[in-house]
């Protein structure tokens, strides 16, 4: 009895963590996570932010039209990005490499927003 029970417990923990990504509402949005992927979490939360500041940067006319395009179209970029790389890891985190990674890439997309606006 006490073996049917620590094999219940481990199928539904382990199935529970198996359930990592949900598919994102809209372009250029955060996906949503499930379990411990803090780093994408996080990256993914800024990628959405960038997106939201081009978006209201493009209606302020801060940006032109296809400026703001190319800046969204990069964002997704990496926000694909991050959900390929936690599919890669198996519903984990990312790792260190993938997550300096990604932020470099966002940190050149923040940089050509605020060059943009200019």
Excluded: W, Y
């Excluded at 949005?29 to 940067?57: C, F, M, S």
């Amino acid at each position: 009895m006490k073996r049917l029970a620590v094999i219940a417990a481990l199928t539904l923990f382990l199935g529970g963590n198996s359930l990592a990504l949900a598919a994102a509402k809209k372009p250029g949005q955060a996906p949503r996570l499930r379990g411990p992927q803090v780093n994408a979490k996080k990256i993914g939360a800024r990628a959405h932010e960038l997106t939201t500041r081009v978006n209201n940067d493009e209606k302020a006319g801060k940006l032109s039209k296809d400026q703001a395009k190319a800046l969204r179209d990069s964002l997704k970029s990496i926000v694909s990005q991050i959900t390929s790389d936690v599919r890669q890891n198996q519903g984990g985190d990312l790792t260190k490499s993938q997550a300096g990674e990604l932020n470099r890439q966002l940190e050149e997309s923040s940089k050509a927003i605020t060059a943009s606006e200019k």
